[in-house]
């Protein structure tokens, strides 16, 4: 790999690997090579439970996609890379501190994108204090009272955005937006404005709503399908 730049993913130099193309998609493969994922990172039991929850109505909503919302529900609502993008959310690795003893920044920025992923979920608050070479665990409190310093130090309340996650519980999201809102600003963007703003907008102003309206029987019945500005070859089912 080449020598890491601040910010900057570094670009693998390993040659591609390419196989022959497979002529079916989906069945059984797809549905063992779902069950693997989800049992290598998250264990039988979980994989499970798991599983059975995507897209159900007393479930959650899958993080790999918008997927309909028919009346009537099967036990399956996923597809492969649905139950994959599941099983990432939901793996049991984490990193603890002395992971971050043994990596300094500069190491971790010479790490690709998918090697960190891989490392697992944080399991504590870290901080990197100024001129420091290595992220340090920090308490949940000591957390806390860095984030409240750093709000009550703004001259505005503008001045403040407020980032979350898009799949925040709506429990959780209604308690974060009043804190910000009696903080005096509305600036509360999430996963959705950044990446589906432009879908969103575009959607609203040609059939009046942000998502997709289709049902699955829609693409056996439909004689052209455009795809526009996606590669489901690499990146979708």
């Given at each position: 790999m080449q020598e890491p730049t601040e910010g900057v993913t570094p670009v693998d130099s390993n040659p591609l690997r390419l196989s022959k193309i497979k002529k079916t998609a989906a069945g059984i493969p797809a549905a063992i090579s779902s069950l693997n994922h989800g049992?290598?990172?998250?264990?039988?039991?979980?994989?499970?439970?798991t599983l059975l929850m995507v897209n159900q109505k007393e479930g959650f909503d899958?993080?790999?996609?918008?997927?309909?919302?028919?009346?009537?529900?099967?036990?399956?609502?996923?597809?492969?890379?649905?139950?994959k993008a599941v099983a990432d959310e939901a793996m049991k690795a984490n990193v603890n501190p002395n992971f971050f003893k043994k990596y300094s920044i500069k190491?971790?920025?010479g790490k690709s994108d998918h090697w960190l992923n891989?490392?697992?979920?944080?399991?504590?608050?870290?901080v990197l204090k100024s001129g420091n070479s290595h992220y340090?665990?920090?308490?949940?409190?000591s957390a806390f009272d860095m984030i409240a310093e750093s709000i009550n130090a703004m001259d505005v309340p503008e001045r403040g955005v407020f980032y979350t996650s898009g799949r925040t519980s709506n429990e959780a999201a209604f308690l974060y937006q009043a804190l910000v809102r009696s903080l005096g600003t509305n600036n509360l963007p999430d996963c959705s404005n950044m990446c589906h703003e432009s879908s969103g907008k575009a959607l609203g102003s040609t059939i009046g709503i942000g998502k997709g309206t289709v049902h699955l029987d829609d693409f056996n019945k439909s004689d052209l399908i455009l795809v526009v500005?996606?590669?489901?070859?690499?990146?979708?089912?």
């Open positions: 049992i290598r990172k998250m264990g039988v039991v979980k994989t499970v439970k899958c993080p790999g996609c918008a997927w309909p919302d028919p009346e009537h529900r099967t036990s399956f609502e996923f597809c492969e890379n649905g139950a190491d971790l920025l891989k490392q697992g979920r944080l399991a504590h608050p870290m340090e665990s920090i308490s949940w409190d500005g996606q590669n489901p070859g690499t990146n979708h089912p």
